[in-house]
């Protein structure tokens, strides 16, 4: 049982060949270990020195390829480019007008021969140097454009980097060196000084520089915004028009934006309400709403999509209303957008069964104390706030006064109104301390303008108010606003409503 | 059992030998593109990952149709550690010949910091255009440009001063995240004039300055660029100059 013969058996034995092989593979995991780990931090730090260095690393000698030098000055712009062998490439400079979407016409065109090369952009791209592009190959003068002095009268106040769309209208096979939006300089006097602030889908003047094959040509830019490769967050409509924008901060509400007329929130913020018959009601008091769903007809399931055509003037959404409860009105909404009325927006029951049960609808446009709406137009006829107040004609209800316009609507209504103000809100809430924290509206002064056909029976009034939001007992600077304009329509006919948004003249 | 051992070992060293050969000569490759950045951007080693380095390009790489409208550049490789937040800042007028006193146009500009550490560069410039010195600068994608008009020279002579934090003679430098960095610092030493200042006399100078600062010194930086001294702010929280050109 004892026997160490037996014992002897079970102890691991090993040669010298075994220990010495173990020993190596050992040693060899030990290397590739230590190996693997240098590798990790030299393709870092090359990495890293990489995207310090202006050096060229061509991947795929088929395709064109850049690499942008360090700037080294304001004016100057460095690539190091390759230009593939096999096939002609233009190095192209388009001036014109430029937007997100869309390549400007070309200014002039020089062939590049296959290899690398360097290019250099000069940028005298204001009016002292009368708007001056002047590019350079291999430090040789290629091409030299100036615009003029007047080409972007008054300056610019700041200029943004364009993209190179990834859509089926961009060349992918081209290559962007630069490309440049100017917002013109808003003006308004020493000491008045106007932020601005829009999108880069704006149309504006601008530039691209580009390499392409010589004789490809880029359609004119669609007019809409709204396409499948198109940002959903900037809205959809007109570029340079009134544009649908859902805000969650306001879910009920239907709010429109126009970034043209230099700023980003909402220009147009209307609560629209809906009464049956049987007496049931869609307002911004129904607790059961959940949200308006923007969809591409009246009964459709899928989320807005329109399809690009270049032929397409008209383009169409439809709101319907997602209401949790069975029993309430569920109304589809169709908005329209026409690139002949590039400042406005049509509005109407979309003529489907789910409105069939309306009787009457409501348009409340909201956020006179935003924009200091004072003045009330019906064609030679005009009412201020003030006056509305102070003859009586608004009939007092608290600090709010409702004033009924039904007498001024005959036959088709055309209603303007606007601020009593002709410089931009921001200034006047800037320089005077009495407009400050009213959260007036940022951009250039409007006159709002509402056209309703005579077959949808208006009946229009307005809220008057003459305390600031927010703070009662606080009398508005400058006096009474209209607050809310409202108007009362049949749903019977399903005829169009136009809004319009313009400059104040 | 033997011979199943004896093959996996086999198996084992092949596969070994061929991972690390194959390891060695990408390293090899990669040994090489780095030297050949490092000749290009300066060699510039990260012994202590929470301090920002910096290190002066010797010879930028300036395109010549470029380099023959500009009147002199700084390029600077620099290392950001993770969280590092600065202001930045240009300003041209009247300085003085230490610290960050400035009086005069200026510009200055933060980016958010960023979570990982960040190799970066920083390039100066200084252009003639229409009749006036334009300063340049441009790092993290952020640039600007502050017009110098104090000076009043045709072009920058070798009496200006020239000053800097790092240069290329001496190499790489580290400093603390809390330390204001005057990168560049240039002025005329012909133009001294003696002014009050907080209480005090100073003689400033025609000239301007680039300068970095933590965030965290913000109220601090805008105390000692008017000139006065914050109290128990420690004279060393403002980086030395490296060596005069």
Redesign the interface.
């Known amino acids: 049982m004892n026997d160490p013969k037996i014992r002897r058996s079970f102890t691991p034995r090993f040669s010298i060949a075994s220990l010495l092989t173990l020993t190596l593979l050992i040693a060899l995991a030990t290397a590739c270990g230590l190996a693997y780990q240098k590798n990790r931090e030299m393709v870092q730090q090359r990495n890293e020195l990489q995207a310090l260095s202006s050096r060229l690393y061509v991947t795929d000698d088929n395709e064109l390829a850049s690499s942008e030098m360090p700037r080294v000055a304001d004016d100057f712009r460095s690539w190091n480019v390759h230009i593939p062998d096999g096939k002609e490439y233009h190095l192209r400079l388009g001036i014109g007008t430029v937007s997100e979407n869309e390549v400007p016409p070309t200014a002039a065109s020089v062939p590049i021969a296959a290899g690398k090369h360097r290019v250099t952009l000069y940028l005298g791209d204001s009016s002292d140097e009368a708007f001056r592009y002047t590019v350079y190959v291999d430090g040789n003068l290629a091409i030299d454009k100036t615009m003029g002095n007047d080409w972007i009268p008054g300056g610019w106040s700041s200029a943004s980097s364009l993209s190179w769309q990834r859509q089926a209208a961009f060349s992918q096979s081209a290559l962007q060196l630069a490309g440049r939006s100017y917002e013109p300089n808003a003006d308004f006097g020493k000491g008045r000084y106007f932020n601005s602030q829009s999108d880069d889908y704006v149309t504006r003047k601008g530039f691209r520089l580009w390499l392409d094959e010589p004789n490809r040509e880029y359609p004119t830019a669609s007019p809409f915004l709204g396409f499948a490769n198109d940002p959903s967050y900037l809205g959809i409509g007109l570029r340079d028009g009134l544009r649908y924008k859902s805000n969650s901060r306001s879910s009920y509400e239907w709010t429109f934006i126009r970034p043209s007329l230099h700023t980003n929130e909402p220009v147009l913020r209307i609560s629209a309400e809906f009464f049956a018959s049987d007496g049931t009601t869609l307002s911004n008091q129904t607790q059961s709403f959940q949200s308006w769903q923007l969809r591409n007809a009246a009964v459709a399931e899928d989320s807005l999509n329109w399809q690009a055509d270049p032929a397409q003037s008209v383009y169409s959404a439809f709101l319907q209303a997602d209401v949790e409860s069975e029993k309430a009105l569920q109304p589809v909404v169709e908005l329209k957008w026409n690139a002949d009325r590039p400042d406005e927006i049509g509005l109407r029951l979309a003529d489907t069964p789910a409105n069939d049960g309306i009787g009457t609808w409501r348009l409340r446009i909201l956020d006179g104390t935003k924009h200091l709406w004072r003045e009330l137009r019906f064609s030679e006829k005009t009412i201020s706030a003030n006056q509305a107040v102070d003859s009586g004609m608004a009939k007092p209800s608290g600090p709010r006064s409702t004033l009924n316009l039904e007498a001024f609507a005959t036959g088709d209504a055309r209603i303007r109104w606007q601020t009593d103000q002709t410089m931009p809100l921001q200034i006047l809430e800037r320089r005077h301390k009495e407009y400050a924290g009213l959260g007036l509206y940022k951009g250039l002064p409007l006159t709002f303008e509402l056209q309703v056909p005579a077959t949808l029976n208006p009946n229009l009034s307005a809220t008057v108010v003459t305390e600031a939001p927010d703070v009662p007992d606080d009398p508005l600077p400058g006096g009474a606003v209209f607050d809310e304009i409202r108007f009362d329509l049949e749903a019977e006919t399903r005829d169009w409503v136009w809004l319009r948004t313009q400059p104040m003249q | 059992m033997n011979l199943l051992a004896r093959l996996f070992?086999c198996l084992?060293?092949l596969v070994?030998?061929i991972?690390?050969f194959r390891?060695?000569i990408?390293?090899r490759d990669?040994?090489s593109?780095?030297d050949q950045?490092?000749a290009?951007?300066g060699r510039m080693p990260i012994n202590n990952e929470d301090r920002v380095y910096f290190a002066e390009i010797e010879s930028?790489?300036?395109?010549?149709?470029?380099a023959s409208?500009?009147e002199r550049?700084w390029?600077f490789?620099c290392y950001f550690p993770p969280g590092y937040d600065f202001i930045r800042f240009n300003g041209g007028g009247r300085i003085a010949k230490e610290g960050i006193y400035h009086s005069g146009g200026s510009s200055s500009g933060w980016n958010s910091p960023r979570q990982e550490a960040t190799?970066?560069?920083f390039?100066v410039?200084i252009?003639r255009?229409?009749n006036q010195w334009?300063a340049?600068y441009?790092v993290d994608g952020s640039?600007g440009?502050t017009s110098w008009s104090s000076f009043d020279a045709d072009h920058f002579d070798a009496a200006l001063v020239i000053e800097k934090i790092v240069s290329s003679k001496q190499g790489p430098r580290s400093f603390d995240q809390n330390t204001i960095l005057p990168l560049l610092r240039i002025y005329d030493p012909r133009s001294a004039e003696d002014k009050e200042v907080a209480g005090k006399t100073m003689a400033t100078y025609v000239g301007g300055l680039f300068v970095l600062c933590p965030k965290t010194l913000e109220s601090e930086f805008g105390q000692l660029s008017r000139g006065e001294t914050p109290t128990g702010f420690e004279s060393d929280r403002i980086a030395t100059v490296a060596s005069d050109e």
Not at chain 2, 60 to 66: D, F, L, R, T
């Open positions: 070992t084992f060293l070994g030998s991972v690390f390891l060695s990408d390293n990669l040994r593109r780095i950045l490092e290009e951007l930028p790489n300036v395109p010549p149709e470029v409208n500009i550049i390029q490789r190799h970066k560069l390039t410039s252009q255009k229409a334009q340049f441009s640039s440009t």
